[in-house]
């Protein structure tokens, strides 16, 4: 039974744990009316660099260490020398990492993707190196506040980080306009605020130890996540950087990453909620030794789709009637066309979550550099081939298209430990028609009917969504209503 505690903190572990990467999409209002558009295309590029950055400094720590320090958690002694473990490795790691993107790192990622040299290492390279490593800290820290359970400490510290990081990147882009000190600097500042005062909340909670019997675990877990999430980066960013090879221009970078920050809403959305069921799923499937679906946990992932299908046709339709009212530059208006592809593809993102839970659980994360390596084969050469012959519509194919492939994969590797069964129509059957839906009616779409089609879609998976899941509905409803009456003839 889903429980009001886990409503409220599913509110803050998907909303709040949004805000760090949200920021980012807020201070677009500002962005565009005070940095030119190639500017604005040169900001995505850095910003795409430092999370890559930020996956080497964290070795898979990030996602490896709040998953590992589960087992430990009636252990007390045991967990404090885990944690302080991995805060030190975290230094260690970030320290060379810093070192190696310094001298030679960045320079030679710089030669392969541009080609007149666009990004420069002094300052604004070393500004994203620098925050890349310190982000590392704190996203790590916040897994681990998830995985316990904290939403509290996790709410304030993502707060305060949100805060400075908008804070000081506004002031910055007021007193220097039209150049990339606000967003870059702006980033750094609040990255050396927010990763301080992670230090010091693990430091005392925790502190500095090193115990080298937890070396040996830590290192097989998190390698093959590393691997991972460097295939996951190359996936979800590279297409930026091929972009910028094809067109030597930071201008559709930047409409471009626009359309897809827009919807990644939908993603930030599905993540939070993951990131907030998954540590309540594995603990069902390790108290009752479970390798197979079972009813109460597939509920979690009914709702996630149903959520998950309103979600994107609502947004590609209200999108193009805000944004005029926020943004007033008109060559981002462009990236409307893109919003319905690429907000598409995240109906499938359903069932990479659903297959990829099974394989963190079951500690089988050797299995995802298999699974995102063939993603990143595919990423590469399909958004090589698409962005030369379609420039930006290429690209957004590439998108869509990546989204469905990695989740097949992932499915191959999982049902080697994990037995699926779940309802077809509710997981799979409904998602597709959806997607077929939208790319079908996509072709027919002009720029006068655009918001009448777009209604058609969320008519249409609202309907959809009905149907398929009416009878638990009713079910709901006459539980709520029977609950209310009982409570009404109940004396007082």
Not at 121 to 138: D, E, K, R, W, Y
Not at 144 to 171: A, D, E
Request: glycine share 6%.
């Amino acid at each position: 039974m889903i429980s009001k505690k886990f409503l409220q903190s599913s509110l803050i572990y998907s909303v709040v744990g949004a805000l760090p990467y949200a920021s980012g999409f807020i201070l677009i209002l500002w962005f565009t009316r005070y940095l030119t558009p190639a500017q604005f295309g040169l900001n995505v590029l850095y910003i795409s660099l430092m999370y890559f950055i930020q996956i080497i400094s964290t070795f898979g720590l990030d996602m490896s260490a709040a998953i590992m320090s589960i087992d430990y958690k009636d252990e007390v002694g045991r967990l404090k020398r885990f944690i302080g473990t991995v805060l030190l490795g975290l230094i260690l790691i970030g320290g060379m990492t810093f070192i190696l993107f310094l001298f030679g790192g960045f320079q030679l990622f710089n030669h392969v993707f541009s080609k007149e040299s666009i990004l420069i290492l002094l300052p604004f390279g070393l500004f994203t190196i620098i925050s890349a490593v310190l982000n590392g800290v704190f996203k790590t820290y916040s897994s681990f506040l998830i995985y316990q359970q904290r939403p509290v400490r996790f709410f304030w510290l993502n707060i305060f980080n949100f805060l400075m990081t908008i804070g000081v990147s506004l002031l910055l882009l007021y007193l220097y306009p039209f150049t990339l000190y606000g967003p870059i600097l702006g980033r750094l500042i609040a990255a050396v605020f927010t990763s301080s005062i992670t230090f010091f909340l693990i430091a005392k909670e925790y502190g500095f130890q090193w115990e080298r019997t937890f070396f040996k675990p830590i290192f097989s877990f998190s390698s093959p996540l590393m691997l991972y999430a460097i295939l996951l980066w190359t996936v979800s960013y590279i297409d930026r950087f091929i972009l910028l090879r094809f067109l030597n221009d930071p201008v559709p970078v930047g409409i471009y990453d626009f359309g897809v920050k827009i919807v990644l809403l939908v993603d930030l959305l599905q993540v939070g909620l993951v990131n907030t069921i998954n540590p309540i799923i594995f603990r069902i499937w390790k108290d009752q030794n479970l390798s197979e679906s079972t009813v109460e946990v597939n509920r979690y992932y009914n709702g996630l789709t149903a959520f998950t299908l309103v979600l994107i046709p609502l947004l590609v339709l209200l999108t193009p009637i805000i944004i005029p009212f926020l943004i007033s530059n008109a060559i981002y208006y462009q990236a409307f066309g893109l919003l319905a592809v690429l907000a598409a593809g995240y109906a499938s993102r359903i069932w990479t979550f659903m297959f990829m839970a099974p394989l963190l659980f079951f500690k089988r994360t050797y299995s995802l550099p298999k699974v995102f390596g063939y993603s990143a084969i595919f990423e590469v050469i399909a958004a090589i081939v698409l962005i030369h012959f379609f420039g930006l519509m290429g690209a957004v194919w590439v998108n869509f298209l990546v989204k469905p492939i990695q989740a097949f994969f992932l499915y191959l590797e999982a049902r080697k430990v994990f037995t699926f069964r779940f309802n077809k129509w509710k997981i799979l059957y409904l998602p597709i028609i959806f997607m077929v839906v939208v790319l079908s009616s996509e072709i027919l779409i002009t720029d006068s009917t655009r918001l009448l089609f777009h209604a058609g879609q969320l008519l249409l998976s609202c309907t959809m969504i009905y149907f398929i899941y009416r009878k638990e509905m009713v079910f709901v409803v006459k539980n709520v209503l029977n609950k209310r009456l009982s409570q009404g003839s109940s004396p007082r």
